[in-house]
């Protein structure tokens, strides 16, 4: 139990569609990190933010897009869905620069798209 | 591009064995190294962490890490079938950093 919740655990969706997956973070916590897994890949880094402004992103396109609140739970809106999107989405919450002692994750968003 | 590297498997060892997974990395500036565990259709869970070179032991499992050589490793001494997951290796390089991941050594433990 790492104090994450992320909802919807699964969803489907058809190509062009738009998604929002939420995050809450764990108390206390004021840094939220995505990454999406593909099947038979690891975790990649989609973006963090920290106190409500993004802090990093990896290499993803800007349809990607992400909002932190002022209680620091997260989502994470992707646009224009593509099928290789189909992914599981992970978010992390944490304290800023605790990925120096690994991160939390959440239960997932398990993302279909047809 | 910094990059982690893992043996896909699956790597199969009888019940009672010892199970070793391996990794390796491409940043030699890397500062912290992970071994998450991931069930099938479930998310990863940290089980080991290890910041300096040696070994680090925890209950069954056992960290090695060589950062000379860029190398970390897990042994799973007395595998169990409840070991069976895919074994993911990240590595981080300092401390605001994001964790890059290998792709994941799937492990089948046979009774």
């Known amino acids: 139990e790492t104090g994450v919740t992320q909802s919807p655990t699964h969803l489907i969706k058809t190509r062009g569609q738009q998604v929002t997956l939420r995050c809450s973070s764990q108390s206390g916590h004021n840094t939220v990190s995505w990454y999406q897994q593909a099947l038979g890949q690891g975790p990649q880094f989609i973006f963090q933010?920290?106190?409500?402004?993004?802090?990093g992103r990896g290499n993803f396109p800007p349809r990607f897009s992400g909002l932190q609140f002022p209680n620091y739970s997260s989502e994470l809106n992707v646009n224009a869905l593509e099928l290789d999107d189909s992914a599981l989405y992970l978010c992390?919450?944490?304290?800023?620069?605790?990925?120096?002692?690994?991160?939390?994750f959440g239960e997932g968003s398990r993302l279909t798209v047809l | 591009q910094k990059e982690v590297e893992q043996n896909s498997g699956p790597l199969s060892v009888p019940e009672g064995a010892i199970a070793s997974l391996n990794c390796t990395y491409s940043?030699?500036?890397?500062?912290?190294f992970f071994w998450y565990r991931q069930y099938s259709g479930k998310s990863p869970e940290l089980i080991m962490s290890?910041?300096?070179?040696g070994d680090k032991e925890d209950g069954r499992f056992t960290a090695q890490l060589n950062k000379a050589s860029q190398y970390v490793s897990l042994l799973i001494r007395d595998s169990q079938p409840s070991d069976s997951a895919t074994y993911l290796c990240?590595?981080?390089?300092?401390?605001?950093?994001?964790?890059?991941f290998g792709k994941g050594t799937r492990l089948s433990v046979i009774a």
């Open positions: 940043d030699r500036g890397s500062q912290s």
């Open positions: 992390a919450s944490s304290l800023r620069l605790a990925e120096a002692s690994g991160l939390f």
């Open positions: 990240a590595v981080n390089a300092r401390g605001n950093t994001p964790l890059v």
């Open positions: 933010y920290y106190r409500e402004e993004e802090n």
């Open positions: 290890i910041y300096s070179n």
